[in-house]
Each structure stands twice: as C-alpha cells, then as structure tokens.
C-alpha cells in the first residue's frame, strides 16, 4: 500500500479493492451526485470498475485520485487528488490532457475542511513531486462549496463553460502562482501566530502594570471620543458581546446599576 500525503488529521493512501465499502456507500450516495450529473452507482460491481479503472490511472496516467483516511477513527471518508484527464472522452471545456483537482467525500464527513486540507497537500505533490505546470479545477456553478473551496486553495476563475444542460466554472493554478500563494499563506499563518503572542504580552503587562495600563485606558478612551469610525465598531463588537456573552452581559447590567445608584446619591 502506498501513502502519498499526510496531513494532521488525514493520510492520503492509493485507492485498494477493499475500499468497496467506503466507495459505494460513497457513489451510491444520491445527496454526493447532486453536482455530478445525479447518476449514483447502483451495485457494488460498478464501484469495483471504478476502483479498477483508477488503479488502472496510476500505472498508464502515473496519477489518480487518493484514498483519504480520517485518522482519528482509521476509516474511508472519501477521496481526493489529480487525475490527468486524456483523450475525447475525458475532455471539458473543449480541453484535452489536462490534471485537474478534485475531492468527494461521505456526507457526514462534510463541514470538517477535509476537502481543504486535502486538496492543498494533493496540489503541494502535484507541483512539487510531479512538476506539473498547470492544474485546473472544475465545479458546477450552483455548488457553491466545492467553488469556494478551489478559490480558497488558490485556483483563479478563468471561464464559465456549458456542461450538459447546465453551466460550471473553470479554474486554473500554476506552479508559479501555487509558490505565491503558498508563501502568502505561510506569512499569513506566520501573522496569526505572533499577533495571539504578542496580545498575550499586552494583556499580561495591562493586568501588571499599571501606567501601562492607565495610559492604554487614556489613549482609548481619547480615540473613542474623537474618532467616529473606531467609535461606531467599538458600539458594534459590545452590542455583540453583550448578545453572545452572557458573563459580559451580566457584568454589563451589574455595571449600569451601580452607577445608577451613583447617579442617584449625586
């Protein structure tokens, strides 16, 4: 058995014949065909083609879709990876001989970013390991998670183009545009990362220090009385917080008694 990928919550392994369960409880599936021309297979004789004809695509293609493991519970969720799409019968788009990503996955293994994460590792080994210049990637137009999803692992819209009766998207990502994007992605992460550290920092030296802290106060309350815009977003997030937070709005009401009882004496 061959593992290609792993990813924190996920090992992407070649497609077996004891993956039958999985794949038919996966193709036979009406709700996983909505987008896919709502043709579900109807025995487990047509899942074993299946199964056959990818294993075929490794050996003649040198590439097929993945197996994909949940590691926490060790079971089949679904697949994903590259296919390389040849000949009149796997044209799109009046396109022949091209690799195209793509993921299908058990219902109630939607929600998770498995697709995601899936995806982003099956594209690092297509650019990295099988140096593919350019991977397309192609979704009906009315489902709108698997377009998100081929927007958020860096895939540029190129075209809509009819299929069938109905309308898909063309997406393409190349090797050079994958690097960019992966290299904003890390930066990003990178970002996130400091900037938890660095409130951190601040939060410890505001409840320790306390000029620090009457100064951080005077400086805030100074920008919410003179600038309009931080005013209306501070109003906002506390109209928020004070709907989704019930301590922070128990300690809001506490708070108003008591200077109405200042109010009051006053």
């Known amino acids: 058995m061959k593992v290609f990928a792993e990813t924190e919550r996920l090992i992407l392994r070649e497609i077996l014949p004891t993956d039958i369960e999985g794949m038919f409880e996966l193709d036979s599936n009406p709700t996983v065909h909505k987008y896919l021309g709502n043709k579900p297979v109807k025995t487990k004789s047509e899942t074993e083609k299946i199964i056959e004809f990818i294993r075929q695509q490794y050996d ?3 590439i097929g879709r993945w197996a994909v493991i949940e590691k926490l519970s060790g079971d089949f969720i679904g697949w994903s990876g590259i296919k390389f799409n040849t000949g009149e019968k796997d044209s799109l788009n009046e396109k022949q001989d091209f690799y195209d990503i793509g993921y299908r996955f058990i219902p109630r293994y939607w929600g998770k970013g498995y697709a995601t994460e899936s995806a982003l590792v099956a594209l690092d080994y297509g650019f990295k390991v099988k140096q593919y210049e350019t991977i397309a990637g192609i979704a009906l137009i009315e489902n709108i998670g698997s377009n998100n999803v081929l927007r958020k692992i860096g895939l540029k819209h190129i075209e809509d183009f009819k299929y ?12 050079e545009d994958y690097e960019t994007f992966i290299n904003k992605k890390r930066r990003r992460e990178q970002y996130v990362k400091n900037r938890e550290k660095i409130l951190k920092q601040k939060k410890e030296r505001y409840q320790n220090d306390k000029a620090f802290r009457e100064k951080t106060k ?46 009051r004496k006053s």
């Open 164 to 175: 069938e009766d109905t309308k898909a998207s063309w997406y393409e990502l190349t090797k």
């Open 218 to 263: 005077k400086y805030y309350k100074e920008k919410y009385q003179t600038d309009i815009n931080y005013k209306e977003q501070t109003l906002e997030k506390a109209k928020n917080r004070y709907h989704e937070d019930e301590n922070y709005r128990e300690k809001t009401i506490q708070r108003a008694k008591e200077n109405s009882k200042k109010y």
């Open 60 to 62: 003649e293609r040198g």
